[in-house]
């Protein structure tokens, strides 16, 4: 399955995104702060399971960023009090809206980030399951 | 009621704000830092999250440093702190079917689509205080979780799965019914001022957001006949959920995952008469963090408010979701500790003209008949020393 590449950036090490955005990234382009990151509210709408009655479940905090890289807008937008990963987030989306020639490196970085997370995933799945329950009835023993 | 606004207490609040953060911090133990707060009392802020419906690990785990672990106080503050904030976006429905599953049991049926999976639980332990903990170290800290990791082979870990939902079972061989169709607007509580009947978008509204005891105390008294609503858990299930909202470009973005508790709970519905065939409906229940309590009695308590005939507390929607708002009824309780001098004072002395006018209609009796000894004189020595009781 292709790695959604916000649910990598928003899942992945922020020490490892921060690195890579300053390394890899500010040294090559003007990455023009539009909307500096700032915290707001995401209403979660939820619904019941059998008659679809959708209701709000309450809010999230979430913070959201916008920058502009040659030209091309990008929004960052994550759960949390996350200033670096909004900004970092916003800066990678403009990068893929203004198909720069750099996207391989990102692409790259993604790639290894998304491999991280389903081991990191996997792992906690794998000792969940371990919770899991085998019945047997009295008389097998 | 009357209120006149007082002053002259300023100093006195501002020492007592000083004295209560010095009680907090006299014996000079090392500050608790929000990390150790966030991952060490994960359920206490999950709670308080939910209570304060707003999701914010991070904030929730100061809050409930700054007031001292009071879980009433600190979801308060996190409600308060969410006002200050704009709303910005609108998620996507979450998509339970799709959780990261932590932990999803049924009591209902013993072999259900995945198994039943524990996850992280202390439901089956014994209550016995732990004293191994007076001496935890980092080292043993280490050491479990090393132990613990090797139990997995790291170099091959199963695939993460989803898991079938036990009502889709049911609802496919027709044991599910729907209840009578009601009022489907989805309204917003925190918008607009909830009226009775509330449709029922704002009761789940407002039980997601309810007090974990409060709505606990109601689910409980309709478990034990007050109520007419004794479910058996369909399908509890606790873990990751992933939230998307559309971004200023018109994008749907995913923006992280948040930790939900839900419960499906089955119950027999009512049926139209003595000849109509018995069927079941559910009572859903959807919390932020793993709040099993709170998810179940919402179950409950949706179920009830939706019960005709009875008419027991849980049944009666404005007693229900007026009553178990932690914040609101904290709050209404709080006020009684603030000055009611004038009100009490107008009180104090309706009493005292009303004493006065029984021992003089007594003394006027006494005088046509001695029968009637004289009362006691009242002791005025109470209220001798402070003037505002004299009257």
Redesign the interface.
Known sequence: MAPDRDYVLCECSLEALKTFVSDQLLPYYQVNLTKAPATCLTMVRAEDSVENQEFYLGEALTTECEVEVNGQAGYGICLGDEPDRAYCLATVDALFAAGDARLPTVEAFLAAQWAAIQQRERLEFSQIMRTKVDFKLMEQG | MGYVAVKGGTEAIENATDLVEFYRVRDQTSPVQLQQLQAQFRLAIDKI??EG???????GALALKQVEGDGLEAAFILRAF?AT??????????D??SM????RISSSF??IPG?????PTRDYTQRLIDTRLVDETNEHIRAFLAG??S??D?AT?????TFG?V?DIL?AQGL?K??RPED?R?V???REAVKFPAP???R??ML??AETGGIMALGYSSMRGHGGVHPTVGELRVGLV??K?T???GRN??????R?T?A?MITEAQTAGKEAVPYY??G?G???GQNETKAICMGIL?RALRTEGNRAPANDQEFVLYHTDGIEAMGFTSHLKLPHYVTFQSGLSNLREAVDRERAAKKDQGQSSTAEPEPPEQPAVVFAENPDLTG
């Open positions: 999250m939910g419906s707003f999701y914010a690990p991070e904030y969410r904030l704009s709303r910005k976006y609108y998620s996507a429905i979450l339970t079917k990261f599953v932590q932990r013993r072999d198994g039943q999976v524990l996850g613990f990791a139990r997995i790291a870990p199963g695939e993460v799965t939902k009502v609802r599910l729907e209840v489907r989805v917003d509580i925190t029922r978008s704002a789940l509204q997601a957001r992933d939230v909202v971004d200023p470009a973005r995913y923006i992280g995952r948040i939900v839900e499906e409906a559910i859903y959807l919390c932020f949706d």
